[in-house]
């Protein structure tokens, strides 16, 4: 398996060189054009510009390990820093090396700036947002996917988790120590069960951040970060966007005045449906349906009143089939195909393989249930957190 700092170094070389070479070759034969098309003057070119080349080869390097060419208007300003750059730093070599001395660099590497070197910079301007992005985002998918273990985003309780957010339920005191133990038990099951762990930082002035599922939503090869309903969590996004950014993933957004928390998302086949809550309003839900549309989804808007979040009452097992506490929801129609469960804590299950979920140890009803229906139930205990309305979903994003 190769692990994510070296997929994210592999996938950098090749951009990097992909690049370097296409704008070497574009400059080249720019100057071959200009010069009535004299075979020698290509060639003199692509060497004259080499010491440029191997500047820009670094900094693309650079800036895709970070990684920052993760979209194209990343893409364009890294472009028109390193062109400059390497512009600058090449062509003044060249003049160092047959004229020695700082005025003739600084004043010679400015004039082949605007003049040698304007095909060259233009060239990575253009190559760099486009191809360069292109190429970086498909090695790390194919990187990825040769990786071996799905992944699971997961995030530590807050010091401050106490002081979490509670809308439909009375609150209860919150045990740390006992919600620490549950979540390392929690994360110690997706861990047996093959996925491949990776912890977003713990923030302890985030008290809700452990809910981590809230902060993206998932469509394929692409993380949605999302807009937080509640003013207390939208910084939560910025540690889970980072996270993804490391796998690779390709990033869009919801933007404000649209809200949407991703325990609101469920994902079932190639229909997403969303929960219409006090999380998420309806410029969230027309941002989502434009984005899974896109990517051949399509959005079924649910209304959702009783619960904090769609999926806080519903969920979805291995087979498509949508379980749920049908009291929650006042018309169950709008899934293609519902099944109650007889206690609320139930209507969460977790997919982690074709033949097993996890569920809540509190719902032991639904999960004998569950299991009438051929699938492997693994019961964790996540009481602390179910008093702050948290599932088994939201304590998880998994990246399959």
Known sequence: MIRPVWQRAIAALV???????????ANALAYYLSQGMALDTFG??????????????LLTWLTAFLPLLSSRWWG???????????????VGVQVWSVNPGFLAFD??????LTTLALVFLVATVIVMPT????????MRELLAERRGKPTVLVRAPASTLANGLVTHVARKRVN???????????VETLQECGWRIVEVGARDDLADSVFVEDTVVILGNTAIITSPGALARV??????????????????RIEHPGTLDGGDVLVVDDTVYVGRSTRTNADGIRQLRVLARRRGFTVVAVPVARALHLKSAASALPDGTIIGYAQAFENVSLFARFMPVPEPHGASVLI???????MSAAAPKTAALVRDLGYRVIAVEIGEFEKLEGSVTCLSVLIR
């Open 352 to 358: 982690v393989d074709a033949n097993t979920v996890v």
């Open 15 to 25: 951009t990097a060189f992909v690049v370097t070479f296409i704008v070497l070759v």
């Open 107 to 112: 004043e010679q590497a400015l004039f082949g």
């Open 76 to 90: 364009l300003a890294a472009g028109v820093i390193a062109g400059v750059v390497a512009s600058f730093v090449g």
């Open 131 to 138: 191809l360069g992005v292109w190429i970086n985002r498909a």
């Open 235 to 252: 910084d939560e996004t910025e540690g889970t966007e980072d996270a993804l950014r490391t796998l690779g993933m390709r990033i869009e």
């Open 176 to 186: 740390l120590d006992l919600a620490d133990a549950q979540w390392d038990a929690y």
């Open 44 to 57: 003199q070119a692509f060497v004259y510009y080499l010491p440029s080349g191997a500047i820009l080869f």
